[in-house]
């Protein structure tokens, strides 16, 4: 039997933009196994409604939990911003952490205008500005969904001068407002963070929401004496809920490695 603190961590998201959240973990973790679930075969979850993107957010927890995992990581900024609350209540006795939270705590250490980037459904929901407020009911936070950005990424085309195009048109009012602070709120989004930066200029910081999260589960397992010892590196097992060859190109190109034989099917229960 598994001592609790040699458990993998698992992560989860409704595509494969959350690798970038698996990759950020890695970095300060190097020493944890991980597992992660991309809900392949239903994504996107924004369009969904609050109900579908709960049940669908409690299906992929269970199977995490199904894999023996210590603490669950909501990649996902829909279901961080949906679900998180309804699964730390579904399931109290596994540790769930999100995205959204962690990131605009470390947004919230500045003092200047907050800006806040992502799909319609994460901007829609204000969870990002919700949050910020919690801390900083005065700051400005000003939200712009930027809907072309994912199909670019997922296609290749991150430095392509269309897509310079398109993000000097999506942020374009954010810096004519003077944002301090950039919250990157779609997994997607650090893959084309130097574009976004060379877009906003100078000063601005941006956040990236897997990388603030993965510094709140080091600080937990930490504290709770639950950090994998092992010497060698951590392993990575990775699942998805419908396959192709086009995810596997995205999957690598998010994690900056070949994966072509890692990718598993995952089979969902209620």
Do not use: W
Request: charged share 25%; glycine share 8%.
């Amino acid at each position: 039997m598994l001592r609790e603190q040699d458990k993998p961590v698992g992560v989860f998201d409704s595509g494969l933009g959350g690798l970038t959240v698996v990759k950020e973990l890695t970095k300060i973790l190097p020493h944890e196994n991980l597992v992660y679930l991309g809900d392949t075969a239903r994504v996107p979850y924004g369009p969904r409604g609050v109900e579908t993107i709960k049940r669908f957010s409690e299906e992929n927890t269970r199977f995490l939990i199904g894999e023996n995992v210590k603490a669950v990581v909501i990649a996902c900024n829909t279901s961080s911003a949906v679900a998180a609350d309804f699964l730390k209540s579904t399931f109290p006795k596994i540790p769930i952490f999100e995205v959204i939270s962690s990131a605009s705590n470390e947004a919230s250490r500045g003092t200047r205008s907050i800006g806040v980037i992502g799909t319609y459904g994460t901007v829609g929901s204000h969870a990002y500005a919700k949050n910020i407020s919690k801390n900083l009911s005065r700051t400005k936070v000003i939200e712009k969904a930027c809907p072309l950005f994912v199909p670019f990424i997922e296609e290749g085309e991150i430095g392509s001068k269309a897509l310079k195009l398109v993000a000097k048109g999506y942020l374009s009012e954010l810096k004519k407002q003077k944002v301090g602070t950039l919250i990157m709120g779609c997994t997607h989004y650090p893959i084309i963070k130097n574009i976004i930066s060379e877009t906003m200029g100078k000063g601005v910081t941006l956040i990236n929401p897997g990388k603030s999260v993965a510094k709140e589960v080091f600080d937990f397992l930490k504290k709770n004496n639950l950090l994998n010892r092992q010497k060698k590196k951590g392993t990575a097992d990775f699942y998805v809920t419908d396959l192709t060859d086009r995810f596997t190109k995205v999957a690598e190109m998010f994690l900056g490695k070949k994966i072509k034989n890692d990718l598993k099917i995952a089979r969902l229960t209620k």
